[in-house]
């Protein structure tokens, strides 16, 4: 069983920037690759990106691309979400998700993922 814990949203104008954080525990973090979605008020949740087990495989959602960047840390069980250039549509609870499937083409899907964090807030002012 692996736990997930976000942490590192909060209140930023539009422009600014933020890096998120979700630190694992509980499986073999290196086992897994790490997905960031997010849900915004009276939305369904959506995928952000996606980081494979070893890096070497990232994607993301078109409109976070070149501006979102997802990394991971495997000696410190720790994935991030670095995100720029912030616009107030990108307002949203962020999640964290972790899935054993190596199949980078399932990764967008809700359903891929057996493990997710409580979510933190992202709030972006105009």
């Known amino acids: 069983q692996v736990q997930l814990v976000e942490s590192g949203g909060g209140l930023v104008q539009a422009g600014g920037s933020l890096r998120l954080s979700c630190a694992a525990s509980g499986g073999v973090f290196s086992t897994y690759a790490m997905g960031w979605f997010r849900q915004a008020p009276g939305k369904e949740r959506e995928f952000v990106g996606a980081i494979s087990r070893g890096s070497v495989v990232s994607m993301y959602e078109d409109s976070v691309k070149g501006r979102f960047t997802i990394s991971r840390d495997n000696g410190k069980n720790t994935v991030y979400l670095q995100m720029n250039s912030l616009k107030p549509e990108d307002t949203a609870v962020y999640y964290c998700?972790?899935?054993?499937?190596?199949?980078?083409?399932?990764?967008?899907?809700?359903?891929?993922?057996?493990?997710w964090g409580q979510g933190t807030q992202v709030t972006v002012s105009s």
């Open positions: 998700a972790a899935t054993q499937t190596t199949l980078s083409n399932s990764w967008r899907s809700i359903a891929t993922y057996a493990f």
